[in-house]
């Protein structure tokens, strides 16, 4: 019985601070961790994931479908007291997509509405806080998928949420 392939990939955000107007942002670099079956060349630094660079694999063996395991490798922002500020995943906001906000990609390639649980869905790694899993249900879709970050900012009453741009494709091969 086939398996669906498995693709990781480690992620650090890259905070900014914009003292005009007392906001944070920030951008994420991604890499390369792992996959199954080895897929060396489909993650670029920026986040464009393009699984039709893999290798060929044995349709008997693993599926198109690809689950992709999201690692938090670190990254945060100095805070205007020079306070160095981590940054975490995003708690489930949504009740059912973990740190990953899953939309939907209509014919012309544009997010086109929320992706359905049965086709994917984003969830915790059990027992790893630094690991978000987007389950790829449908081999024939296409998904964004794009990642939130939280800040616990020294003054805030709460979390800064950060939705992190671009969003990404999983396996298209241009993210928008």
């Not at 398996?3 to 990781?8: E, F, K, N, V």
């Not at 100095?78 to 160095?84: D, E, F, K, L, Y």
Request: charged share 20%.
């Amino acid at each position: 019985m086939p398996q669906d392939r498995t693709l990781t990939i480690g992620c650090t955000f890259n905070g900014t601070y914009n003292s005009n107007d007392n906001s944070y942002g920030g951008t994420m670099t991604y890499r390369y961790i792992s996959a199954t079956p080895s897929m060396p060349g489909v993650v670029q630094s920026t986040g464009e994931i393009d699984i039709t660079n893999a290798p060929a694999f044995d349709p008997n063996e693993f599926h198109k479908r690809v689950d992709i395991t999201f690692v938090l490798e670190g990254g945060g922002v100095n805070a205007p007291n020079g306070t160095w500020v981590p940054a975490s995943w995003a708690p489930d906001l949504s009740g059912d997509q973990g740190a990953m906000v899953l939309m939907d990609v209509d014919q012309n390639g544009n997010p086109s509405g929320p992706a359905h649980s049965d086709d994917v869905e984003a969830k915790w790694v059990v027992g790893s806080p630094t690991e978000i899993e987007v389950d790829d249900k449908n081999e024939d879709k296409n998904y964004y998928f794009r990642p939130g970050v939280v800040l616990q900012v020294p003054g805030y009453s709460s979390p800064y949420f950060i939705s992190v741009d671009p969003p990404l494709v999983n396996k298209g091969s241009v993210s928008r």
